[in-house]
């Protein structure tokens, strides 16, 4: 799209760069954290009661479930960091079932 605009080759190089250190600070950085306060600051902050007449609803398997599913994120969106192979594996799935255009 930058050709069409005629922006310059190294503006968009800078902005692709500038995108990828980002994602690397906040997908596998940032997240981390939040990962690690979930885990070990949420059970001192969250009351575990199941009292559905009154909206509390959080139990113990439900909390731990969830950062389960945090840990999960993490480590999926690191092999497809990482692993060049599963994500062009993912894009050559996705264009034949989509098509190339």
Avoid at 28 to 52: A, N, Q
Avoid at 73 to 79: D, F, K, R, Y
């Amino acid at each position: 799209m930058s050709r069409y605009l005629g922006i310059n080759q190294l503006i968009t190089d800078l902005t692709f760069g500038w995108f990828m250190v980002s994602w690397l600070v906040t997908r596998h950085v940032f997240f981390l954290f939040v990962i690690r306060s979930t885990i070990f600051d949420g059970p001192m902050l969250i009351t575990f009661i199941w009292d559905p007449a009154n909206g509390r609803v959080v139990t113990k398997e439900m909390f731990y479930g969830f950062a389960g599913l945090l840990l999960a994120l993490q480590v999926t969106s690191i092999i497809f960091f990482y692993d060049d192979e599963l994500t062009d594996l993912f894009w050559v799935r996705h264009f034949k079932f989509y098509g190339s255009g």
